[in-house]
């Protein structure tokens, strides 16, 4: 049972690439969520899903996009990427509200735009 | 809106006191309150949560308050450690739980 994994862990892009951040979890949740983190913003939602092909926007959406087409996986995609993108980001799921709600965390995705 | 506000944004104790962390959440919070412990350079983790019908919990050294009328929640850490030092966040689920919405994160320092 590995939870929630993250790839790729460590990511270096030049501005205006593209790139696929993937998260898959194991333990057949719901509920799947994308955030970023940065210095003194905490965790800010960019996008989550409440089940499969089901996505909805989170606080900051723009520059991003999202797929489930699979329960287990949830993809963030950024079209072209920009400095402003330079970020930590974790991907998470729960069981959700009805089932008990505790989100767990990957390991997180540091990625850079230069 | 959707919105967690978070206070203090830092805070230092000295071993053996107490710790404090206050958060205030917008109208249209559902029913579940968590708080997370990141520790520098891992993955947030939850340590205790509460929901809307239960004003208190508490978990060894760790409790958490609800006031629903003032629309804050309140984490209390007793007879703080060292290893306490990390970021802590407080999070409020927003249409009808789906979302998961996030304050911007309190660094305890516990100094020995």
Redesign the interface.
Known sequence: NAGVTQTPKFRVLKTGQSMTLLCAQDMNHEYMYWYRQDPGMGLRLIHYSVGEGTTAKGEVPDGYNVSRLKKQNFLLGLESAAPSQTSVYFCASSLGPSRGTEAFFGQGTRLTVV | G?NVE?HP?TLSVQEGDSAVIKCTYSDSA???F?WYKQELGK????II?IRSNVGEKKDQRIAVTLNKTAKHFSLHITETQPEDSAVY?CAA?Y???????????TELSVKP
Do not use: A, C, H, V
Not at chain 2, 43 to 46: A, F, G, I, K
Not at chain 2, 96 to 103: A, R
């Open positions: 959707e978070q944004s559902s029913n579940y968590p993955r947030p983790q939850l949560d966040f689920t249409n009808q739980g789906g979302k998961l919405i996030f304050g911007q994160g």
